[in-house]
T-cell receptor, first 114, second 112 residues
Framework: AQSVTQPDIHITVSEGASLELRCNYS??????LFWYVQSPGQGLQLLLK??????LVQGIKGFEAEFKRSQSSFNLRKPSVHWSDAAEYFC????????????FGKGTHLIIQP | DGGITQSPKYLFRKEGQNVTLSCEQN?????MYWYRQDPGQGLRLIYY???????QKGDIAEGYSVSREKKESFPLTVTSAQKNPTAFYLC???????????FGEGSRLTVL
């Protein structure tokens, strides 16, 4: 079965430090991959997506992600985090070519230390 | 502004009662989805619909029902058969295919 793995349940980063959140996918030679962010009690907002082409994808709020087929990974990065980046982050892959919705990882909770 | 509206935001019900969560979108999207979110579990797909008058079960459809009579609306009923209904429910829509999902703000259901 298709699965998305986010190995880190919690990550703590100091404000101004760099960030990398890990994601591994399991399905598809040409995966469609997404990163979403969720503030407490809110819906999910799309940060960025990868369909094909350039393996380094730029998103909103200064985030980027790199697709590495050899490692089945799609890690999210930010050079310098802000306190407002504290949230839950979800990696997702399109299921069944996309027609069946998205399969989500279990999320990584990001804590920002002052 | 276009978007997805879920209501109510908070809902309390007694055990054994059916409840219906509303989801309306004005994005003119063909596909709509219901996900359930529990702490530490990520999002799990309950039902989805790619076109009016048609819908498919997701990974955890037992104890839930849906309808899709209009393109804009995709209500979810949590029935008394759902063994553990307390959760955060998220509705989403997309243009279809492998496109991104757009999410509503969610509905938190607590069964007492």
């Amino acid at each position: 079965a298709q699965s998305v793995t986010q190995p880190d349940i919690h990550i703590t980063v100091s404000e101004g430090a760099s960030l990398e959140l890990r994601c591994n996918y399991s399905y598809g030679a040409t995966p469609y991959l997404f990163w979403y962010v969720q503030s407490p009690g809110q819906g999910l907002q799309l940060l960025l997506k990868y369909f094909s082409g350039d393996t380094l994808v730029q998103g909103i709020k200064g985030f980027e992600a790199e697709f590495k087929r050899s490692q089945s990974s799609f890690n999210l990065r930010k050079p310098s985090v802000h306190w407002s980046d504290a949230a839950e982050y979800f990696c997702a892959e399109a299921s069944g070519g996309g027609a069946d919705g998205l399969t989500f990882g279990k999320g990584t909770h990001l804590i920002i230390q002052p | 502004d276009g978007g997805i509206t879920q209501s109510p935001k908070y809902l309390f019900r007694k055990e054994g009662q059916n409840v219906t969560l509303s989801c309306e979108q004005n994005l003119n999207h063909d596909a709509m989805y219901w996900y359930r979110q529990d702490p530490g579990q990520g999002l799990r797909l309950i039902y989805y619909s790619q076109i009016v008058n048609d819908f498919q079960k997701g990974d955890i459809a037992e104890g839930y029902s849906v309808s899709r009579e209009k393109k804009e609306s995709f209500p979810l009923t949590v029935t008394s058969a759902q063994k553990n209904p307390t959760a955060f429910y998220l509705c989403a829509s997309s243009r279809g295919g492998a496109g991104e999902l757009f999410f509503g703000e969610g509905s938190r259901l607590t069964v007492l």
